[in-house]
Nanobody, 112 residues
């Protein structure tokens, strides 16, 4: 069974940091590009970041550039999203996606 499982979400104060993880099972994602998406309350799904299969080139939506960093560990079939300088606009359900699959999401709440 193919699964992507996110973790690492939680409640954080503005200016804080979180590191999200996404572990894949049932397939090896190393040949594929990987993506982080998010959906804020009452809003549509937004693309956040994409990394190539080698893990050495990533793109980011303008609103997170310089604050978020996408990395992968192919040995562990796991991808990460390090989020710094979080603000209330980052509050959302965060999803990882690869090879046409998407996880169930992990919730990030940025609030004082």
């Amino acid at each position: 069974e193919v699964q992507l499982v996110e973790s690492g979400g939680g409640l954080v104060q503005p200016g804080g940091s979180l590191k999200l993880s996404c572990t894949a099972s049932g397939f090896t994602f190393s040949p594929y590009a990987m993506t982080w998406l998010r959906q804020a309350p009452g809003k549509g799904l937004e693309w956040v970041s994409r990394i190539n299969s080698a893990g050495d080139s990533a793109d980011y939506v303008d609103s997170v550039k310089g604050r978020f960093s996408f990395s992968i560990d192919n040995d562990k079939n796991t991808m990460f999203l390090l989020m710094d300088s979080l603000n209330t606009d980052d509050t959302a359900l965060y999803y990882c996606a690869a090879c046409g699959y998407r996880g169930q999401g992990t919730e990030v709440i940025v609030s004082a």
